[in-house]
């Protein structure tokens, strides 16, 4: 499985972004899918995750009401839309992906930085 995210850029406090990943290879073998994020000096997290069929999704608190995790995978694509977004937002985004037998499969990441 391979992973390309793309859609990061440099937005202005309060501003949107739209996050992509695309997948390719053994797309039949994706179960659960979601988007960490790193900032310089701080540890990855998870900012959020759905599950194989997109019915559940869960987020991190500090985005909350503000971030959308959605997936579409007729395209073989998770989504994060980002909105009202805060300089603390600024990190890389990697998408990972869990695979049958729970192995994770990660993104390059794309950089998001905000600026206030």
């Known amino acids: 499985v391979q992973l390309v995210e793309s859609g990061g850029g440099l937005v202005q406090a309060g501003g949107s972004l739209r996050l992509s990943c695309a997948a390719s290879?053994?797309?039949?073998?994706?179960?659960?899918m979601g988007w960490y994020r790193q900032a310089p000096g701080k540890q990855r997290e998870l900012v959020a995750g759905?599950?194989?069929?997109?019915?559940?999704?869960n987020y991190v608190d500090s985005v909350k009401g503000r971030f959308t995790i959605s997936r579409d995978n007729a395209k073989n694509t998770m989504y994060l839309q980002m909105s009202s977004l805060k300089p603390e937002d600024s990190a890389v985004y990697h998408c990972?992906?869990?695979?049958?037998?729970?192995?994770?499969?990660w993104g390059q990441g794309t950089q998001v930085t905000v600026s206030s």
């Open positions: 990972m992906a869990v695979v049958n037998m729970g192995s994770r499969y």
């Open positions: 290879g053994s797309t039949n073998s994706i179960n659960a």
């Open positions: 759905i599950t194989s069929g997109g019915g559940s999704t």
